[in-house]
């Protein structure tokens, strides 16, 4: 059974950074493609990022582009989000998830595995 743990959640001020890190156990981390969606208040969880199981491709939400980037280090089982010039609209809780394959998976039904989520909270 696949666990994931996100971290690095928090209270930060427009204009500022935050690193996301969801930590993988219970398979082989490097058959899995990554992804992170998040919710907002009152709204649907939508995706974000996505990496493929090698780490060379990588997709994006059009709003998060240019600010975001998404990474993974197969040899900590651990992918990442670096989240920069967050806006009060990227306030949510944002989820990693997984599943086996090997492309950059944008749907939410795709996955098969998910973490508890971390808030962040981005002030005005």
């Known amino acids: 059974q696949v666990q994931l743990v996100e971290s690095g959640g928090g209270l930060v001020q427009a204009g500022g950074s935050l690193r996301l890190s969801c930590a993988a156990s219970?398979?082989?981390?490097?058959?899995?493609?990554m992804g992170w969606f998040r919710q907002a208040p009152g709204k649907d969880r939508e995706f974000v990022a996505a990496?493929?199981?090698?780490?060379?491709?990588?997709n994006y939400q059009d709003s998060v582009k240019g600010r975001f980037a998404i990474s993974r280090d197969n040899a900590r089982d651990t992918v990442y989000l670096q989240m920069n010039s967050l806006k009060p609209e990227d306030t949510a809780v944002y989820y990693c998830?997984?599943?086996?394959?090997?492309?950059?998976?944008?749907?939410?039904?795709?996955?098969?595995?998910w973490g508890q989520g971390t808030q962040v909270t981005v002030s005005s």
């Open positions: 998830a997984a599943r086996r394959g090997r492309f950059p998976y944008k749907e939410e039904n795709e996955y098969d595995y």
């Open positions: 219970g398979r082989t981390f490097s058959s899995d493609a």
């Open positions: 990496i493929s199981a090698s780490g060379s491709v990588s």
